[in-house]
T-cell receptor
Framework: GENVEQHPSTLSVQEGDSAVIKCTYSDSASNYFPWYKQELGKRPQLIIDIRSNVGEKKDQRIAVTLNKTAKHFSLHITETQPEDSAVYFCAANFGNEKLTFGTGTRLTIIP | GAVVSQHPSWVICKSGTSVKIECRSLDFQATTMFWYRQFPKQSLMLMATSNEGSKATYEQGVEKDKFLINHASLTLSTLTVTSAHPEDSSFYIC????????????FGEGSWLTVV
């Protein structure tokens, strides 16, 4: 089945600096790669997603890059703020709508 | 975006009893919904795919007789945890995709189950 690896598992950055989280996937047929932000005890919130027909997508301070050849994609958060602290999950689709999630990254923004 | 509602948000039950969790798509029709389980500090693990009008498809290692899934309509899927045990205590969360949003997947609020 589909395997998604995510690194790092924890990440601490100074407020205002950038944070980068990386994921790799195993199924070359995957074509949808969303990123979710999850606060403790709450549902994952979609923050950005990318489909395989583009290499990069940006939404204000958040950007995602995709390298289909290497089968990896990354989340970039610039000008980090304390409210960015959360657990972030990457995911890749497997068999159309079925998502396989990465193991998560606990991001801490240091004021 | 599309709204997926899940109920109850938390439930405590006695060991050996059954608990039903509902997942509804409020403003769109979902022919397929997904049920995940998340243990503390871990990722979301797909349990099963719920298909409207047909049997659910379970992931390897998930007992279909213990986790009963019913997808009776295009807007409602239910997960019943039967004969619950303390080790079933977890955060259960459903998701559905909305074709109107390019098949973007939205999650319900999740349900905290504690079995005592």
């Amino acid at each position: 089945g589909e395997n998604v690896e995510q690194h790092p598992s924890t990440l601490s950055v100074q407020e205002g600096d950038s944070a980068v989280i990386k994921c790799t996937y195993s199924d070359s047929a995957s074509n949808y790669f969303p990123w979710y932000k999850q606060e403790l005890g709450k549902r994952p919130q979609l923050i950005i997603d990318i489909r395989s027909n583009v290499g990069e997508k940006k939404d204000q301070r958040i950007a995602v890059t995709l390298n289909k050849t290497a089968k990896h994609f990354s989340l970039h958060i610039t000008e980090t703020q304390p409210e960015d602290s959360a657990v972030y999950f990457c995911a890749a689709n497997f068999g159309n709508e079925k998502l396989t999630f990465g193991t998560g990254t606990r991001l801490t923004i240091i004021p | 975006g599309a709204v997926v509602s899940q109920h109850p948000s938390w439930v405590i039950c006695k060991s050996g009893t059954s608990v039903k969790i509902e997942c509804r798509s409020l403003d769109f029709q979902a022919t397929t919904m997904f049920w995940y389980r998340q243990f503390p500090k871990q990722s979301l693990m797909l349990m099963a795919t719920s298909n409207e009008g047909s049997k659910a498809t379970y992931e390897q290692g998930v007992e279909k007789d213990k986790f009963l899934i019913n997808h009776a309509s295009l807007t409602l899927s239910t997960l019943t945890v039967t004969s619950a045990h303390p080790e079933d205590s977890s955060f259960y969360i459903c998701s559905a995709s909305a074709r109107e949003s390019g098949n973007t997947i939205y999650f319900g609020e999740g349900s905290w189950l504690t079995v005592v």
